[in-house]
Protein backbone atom coordinates (compact mmCIF):
# COMPACT_ATOMS: atom_id res chain seq x y z
CA UNK A 1 0.00 0.00 0.00
CA UNK A 2 0.82 3.54 -0.87
CA UNK A 3 -0.50 6.33 1.39
CA UNK A 4 -0.12 10.17 -0.58
CA UNK A 5 -1.13 13.10 1.58
CA UNK A 6 -1.41 15.77 0.17
CA UNK A 7 -0.72 19.42 1.83
CA UNK A 8 -0.38 23.44 1.13
CA UNK A 9 -3.70 23.95 -0.18
CA UNK A 10 -5.61 27.43 1.37
CA UNK A 11 -7.57 30.64 0.17
CA UNK A 12 -5.40 32.50 -1.94
CA UNK A 13 -7.00 36.04 -4.17
CA UNK A 14 -7.54 35.90 -7.86
CA UNK A 15 -4.14 36.07 -9.70
CA UNK A 16 -2.25 34.39 -6.67
CA UNK A 17 0.36 31.25 -6.40
CA UNK A 18 -0.31 27.60 -4.45
CA UNK A 19 2.26 25.22 -4.21
CA UNK A 20 0.79 21.64 -3.55
CA UNK A 21 3.06 18.61 -2.28
CA UNK A 22 2.21 15.09 -2.05
CA UNK A 23 4.30 13.09 -0.39
CA UNK A 24 4.28 9.56 -0.42
CA UNK A 25 4.77 7.04 2.23
CA UNK A 26 3.80 3.21 2.89
CA UNK A 27 5.40 0.66 -0.02
CA UNK A 28 7.09 3.33 -1.67
CA UNK A 29 9.46 1.45 -3.72
CA UNK A 30 8.98 1.69 -7.68
CA UNK A 31 6.52 4.61 -7.79
CA UNK A 32 5.76 5.56 -11.51
CA UNK A 33 3.90 8.23 -12.54
CA UNK A 34 1.99 11.04 -10.47
CA UNK A 35 -1.50 12.72 -10.95
CA UNK A 36 -2.88 15.92 -9.64
CA UNK A 37 -6.98 15.70 -9.79
CA UNK A 38 -9.64 18.42 -9.23
CA UNK A 39 -12.99 18.14 -7.94
CA UNK A 40 -14.70 21.13 -8.07
CA UNK A 41 -18.21 22.38 -6.35
CA UNK A 42 -21.14 20.55 -8.50
CA UNK A 43 -18.65 19.29 -11.35
CA UNK A 44 -16.98 16.03 -12.05
CA UNK A 45 -13.42 15.35 -10.91
CA UNK A 46 -10.73 16.08 -14.00
CA UNK A 47 -7.11 15.24 -14.48
CA UNK A 48 -5.25 18.67 -14.23
CA UNK A 49 -1.71 17.42 -14.87
CA UNK A 50 0.21 14.40 -14.41
CA UNK A 51 3.95 13.50 -14.86
CA UNK A 52 6.00 10.05 -15.69
CA UNK A 53 8.86 8.74 -13.60
CA UNK A 54 10.50 9.96 -16.50
CA UNK A 55 9.89 13.43 -16.37
CA UNK A 56 6.99 13.56 -19.27
CA UNK A 57 4.01 16.09 -18.20
CA UNK A 58 0.50 16.02 -19.25
CA UNK A 59 -1.87 19.34 -18.56
CA UNK A 60 -5.37 20.10 -18.91
CA UNK A 61 -5.97 22.74 -21.14
CA UNK A 62 -6.92 25.02 -18.32
CA UNK A 63 -3.23 24.14 -16.43
CA UNK A 64 -1.40 25.01 -19.38
CA UNK A 65 0.87 28.10 -18.94
CA UNK A 66 -0.05 28.49 -15.15
CA UNK A 67 0.91 25.07 -13.57
CA UNK A 68 3.77 23.02 -13.12
CA UNK A 69 3.92 18.99 -11.81
CA UNK A 70 7.10 18.06 -10.69
CA UNK A 71 8.61 15.54 -8.39
CA UNK A 72 11.52 14.42 -6.20
CA UNK A 73 11.62 10.70 -6.97
CA UNK A 74 14.29 10.46 -4.08
CA UNK A 75 11.86 11.67 -1.57
CA UNK A 76 8.89 9.94 -3.24
CA UNK A 77 6.82 13.61 -3.82
CA UNK A 78 5.28 15.18 -6.33
CA UNK A 79 4.67 19.06 -6.29
CA UNK A 80 2.04 20.91 -8.45
CA UNK A 81 3.01 24.77 -8.67
CA UNK A 82 -0.29 26.58 -9.31
CA UNK A 83 0.42 30.48 -10.61
CA UNK A 84 -2.11 32.89 -11.86
CA UNK A 85 -4.87 31.09 -9.94
CA UNK A 86 -8.72 32.16 -11.12
CA UNK A 87 -11.65 31.43 -9.19
CA UNK A 88 -12.43 28.99 -11.66
CA UNK A 89 -9.29 27.04 -10.06
CA UNK A 90 -11.24 26.24 -6.79
CA UNK A 91 -11.72 22.79 -5.81
CA UNK A 92 -10.07 19.84 -3.85
CA UNK A 93 -7.10 18.63 -5.43
CA UNK A 94 -6.13 14.93 -5.04
CA UNK A 95 -2.99 13.30 -5.56
CA UNK A 96 -2.63 10.02 -7.27
CA UNK A 97 0.67 8.08 -7.59
CA UNK A 98 0.95 4.69 -9.59
CA UNK A 99 3.47 1.77 -9.05
CA UNK A 100 5.60 1.92 -12.40
CA UNK A 101 3.94 -2.12 -14.25
CA UNK A 102 0.96 -1.38 -12.42
CA UNK A 103 -2.63 -0.01 -13.54
CA UNK A 104 -3.86 0.80 -9.72
CA UNK A 105 -3.83 4.37 -8.40
CA UNK A 106 -3.28 5.49 -4.77
CA UNK A 107 -5.35 8.77 -3.61
CA UNK A 108 -4.72 10.90 -0.88
CA UNK A 109 -7.49 12.76 0.96
CA UNK A 110 -7.07 16.02 -0.70
CA UNK A 111 -6.32 19.52 0.10
CA UNK A 112 -9.28 22.30 -0.35
CA UNK A 113 -8.02 25.13 -2.77
CA UNK A 114 -10.11 28.17 -2.95
CA UNK A 115 -9.27 31.37 -4.85
CA UNK A 116 -11.60 34.51 -4.00
CA UNK A 117 -11.95 37.39 -6.16
Known amino acids: QVQPVESGGGLVQSGGSLRLTCAASGSVYGLGSWGWYRQAPGKQRELVASITRGGTTSYADSAKGRFTVSTDNAKKTAFLQMNSLEPEDTGVYYC???????????WGQGTQVTVSL
Open 96 to 106: TVRKLGDTRDY
